[in-house]
Nanobody
Framework: QVQLVESGGGLVQAGGSLRLSCAAN????????MGWFRQAPGKEREVVAR????????YVADSVKGRFTISRDMSKNTLLLEMNSLKPEDTAVYYC???????????????WGPGTQVTVSS
């Protein structure tokens, strides 16, 4: 069973930075595509960034391109999301996700972390 736990959320001013981490158990990274979603109040959960099981191919949503970077530390079984130049519209609960297939929506995601709140003040 895949277990995911996010950390690193918090309150930051616009223009600031945060680094989210997702700790995974076992051989999660070698068996799954991994990624980050976010959900703002009243909105659907949307994919922010994802990385393929091979680690070679990465996707970042247009809304965060150039500001967010996804990476993983295989030695620590940790997925990272570096967020720079944060905007108030980035405010949301951020979720770590894992799936046996590459995903663009929530439909193929098999495992979720509990989420971590990111709040960006103007």
């Amino acid at each position: 069973q895949v277990q995911l736990v996010e950390s690193g959320g918090g309150l930051v001013q616009a223009g600031g930075s945060l680094r989210l981490s997702c700790a995974a158990n076992g051989r999660t990274f070698s068996k799954n595509a991994m990624g980050w979603f976010r959900q703002a109040p009243g909105k659907e959960r949307e994919v922010v960034a994802r990385i393929r099981r091979s680690g070679v191919s990465k996707y970042v949503a247009d809304s965060v391109k150039g500001r967010f970077t996804i990476s993983r530390d295989m030695s620590k079984n940790t997925l990272l999301l570096e967020m720079n130049s944060l905007k108030p519209e980035d405010t949301a609960v951020y979720y770590c996700a894992a799936a046996t297939s590459i995903f663009t929506t929530t439909k193929l995601v098999g495992f979720w972390g509990p989420g971590t709140q990111v709040t960006v003040s103007s």
